[in-house]
């Protein structure tokens, strides 16, 4: 079966740097035409900061864990 975004699983190679490069110009120029950009990116941003908590990770005898409490 072809897999012709098989060069993408290497995210340091200059292809898939190219490819970002050109993906990200095509968004930006679409993005930058919006009226509602700002809006937008708030929104985001209101619904991206809740609480989260990360799994625990065993070091030593102890357990840590992240912990963003949000707003």
Do not use: C
Not at 37 to 61: C, F, T, W, Y
């Amino acid at each position: 079966m072809a897999d012709p975004y098989r060069f993408l699983e290497d995210p340091d190679s200059e292809a898939t740097k190219k490819w970002v490069a050109a993906e990200n110009e095509i968004s930006e120029h679409f993005l930058s035409q919006l009226n509602m950009k700002e809006k937008i990116v708030k929104r985001m941003h209101e619904l991206s900061d809740v609480a989260k908590i990360g799994i625990p990770v065993r070091h030593g005898q102890h357990y840590y864990f992240l912990h963003d409490a949000g707003k």
